[in-house]
Every structure is written in structure tokens, then in C-alpha cells.
């Protein structure tokens, strides 16, 4: 099945600062998700990105599926924006039609020091 | 609008119990997943279902059975609880294939 590398695993910030995370995935996909996981446990949908560039305020993300990464941007982080940050990918295979299983990353954890 | 509600949020089994976790979503989506998360690990799909009536398996579905009688509820049973089904169950909804799924809360389960 596909792979799904996510990084940094790590990544602690002070207030202000910018930071860009990595998923790299090994198969074509479509559809790739990136999620924010509180630390209250809650998964909130970020974006919705196969390909392309979307922002949505102080976030934003690229996928470029042909290079099979994405990059999801923080910028000027604050403390609430600490939490586990997944991207989960589906392939994009015709044989795939009818499975919908999401693959997930591992994660990369973002400490955000006031 | 609720979006993708579960029940119960916590629950403690001893080994061998039965339960049954109810996922329910009003934003009349065909498609409902149930995922478990474990400690260091993303997610992983357990069964899902493409529209009323339809079940199908995904990656870890052994020692777990779901049924979608409903469109708005999907539920997960456990049979037999075993320690190694402790873990936090998210349950998720799109609306069609290939869109974007919404999770609900999670489940917090611990098996003994």
C-alpha cells in the first residue's frame, strides 16, 4: 500500500515564528487531507488539497502530486496552533475504486512557546 | 447542525464485554468510516460504509463488526473486548467518495 512520511516528527517554535511541515507519499493520490489534532484530542480538518495551493488565513498548502510531496505553511504561529498535525492521502489507482481507505502519517508534533 | 457526533465519549470493558459505539452525522453524507488512533500512530481505517445498507472492510477490521441501517448512524460493535482494542475511535463522514471526511470527537475505549 502507500506510504506516508511526515516531517519533521518534532518541532518547537516560539510565538511569531513560521514553520513549514512536509508529507511525502509514495503512489499517486486522490485526495490528500491535512488535519490538526488539538490537544484535546479533536481532529480538525484543515484542507483538502490533491494538488495545488490553498490558503486559508495563516495557513496555507501546496501539493504537488507529480513530486508526490505536500507542504503544509504556519505562519506568525500562536500557542493554540500546538497539537499533532497529520496528512492522509488515498490513492489515485483505477483499481482502487470502492476502497476508501485514508492513509495516515505519523504525524509531526508543534510546540508553539509563548 | 451537529456535524458528526459519537457516543459515549469514554467507556471502560473488561476483557470479553460487548459494546456497541454509535456515530452519528447530519450532514446527510453518503459515505461514514470508523478509525481507531493509537499512541504514536495516525490513523487507521476499520470498516466503512458507502451508503445505507453498505458495509465494507478497511485495514485493521478484525475482533470489530459495524452496521449502517440508518444513512445518519454507523454503528461499531465489539463482540468480545480484547486489551489490544483499547485505543480512541474517531468516526468520519464525506459526502461522497474522495471528499473531504469530517471526524467527530472521538471514543476514548480501555479494555482491562
Known amino acids: 500500500g502507500i506510504q506516508v512520511e511526515q516531517s519533521p516528527p518534532d518541532l518547537i517554535l516560539q510565538e511569531g515564528a513560521n514553520s513549514t511541515l512536509r508529507c511525502n507519499f509514495s503512489d499517486s493520490v486522490n485526495n490528500l487531507q491535512w488535519f490538526h489534532q488539538n490537544p484535546w484530542g479533536q481532529l480538525i480538518n484543515l484542507f483538502y488539497?490533491?494538488?495545488g495551493t490553498k490558503q486559508n488565513g495563516r495557513l496555507s498548502a501546496t501539493t504537488v502530486a507529480t513530486e508526490r510531496y505536500s507542504l503544509l505553511y504556519i505562519s506568525s504561529s500562536q500557542t493554540t496552533d500546538s497539537g499533532v498535525y497529520f496528512c492522509?492521502?488515498?490513492?489515485?489507482?483505477?483499481?482502487?475504486?470502492?476502497?476508501?481507505?485514508?492513509?495516515f502519517g505519523t504525524g509531526t508534533r508543534l510546540t508553539i512557546i509563548p | 447542525n451537529a456535524g458528526v457526533t459519537q457516543t459515549p465519549k469514554f467507556r471502560v470493558l473488561k476483557t470479553g464485554q460487548s459494546m456497541t459505539l454509535l456515530c452519528a452525522q447530519d450532514m446527510n453524507h453518503e459515505y461514514m468510516y470508523w478509525y481507531r488512533q493509537d499512541p504514536g500512530m495516525g490513523l487507521r481505517l476499520i470498516h466503512y460504509?458507502?451508503?445505507?445498507?453498505?458495509?465494507a472492510k478497511g485495514e485493521v477490521p478484525d475482533g470489530y463488526n459495524v452496521s449502517r441501517l440508518k444513512k445518519q448512524n454507523f454503528l461499531l460493535g465489539l463482540e468480545s473486548a480484547a486489551p489490544s482494542q483499547t485505543s480512541v475511535y474517531f468516526c468520519a463522514s464525506s459526502r461522497t467518495r474522495g471528499e473531504t471526511q469530517y471526524f467527530g470527537p472521538g471514543t476514548r475505549l480501555l479494555v482491562l
Open positions: 488539497i490533491p494538488s
Open positions: 460504509s458507502v451508503g445505507e445498507g453498505t458495509t
Open positions: 492522509a492521502v488515498k490513492e489515485g489507482k483505477e483499481s482502487n475504486f470502492g476502497n476508501e481507505k485514508l492513509t
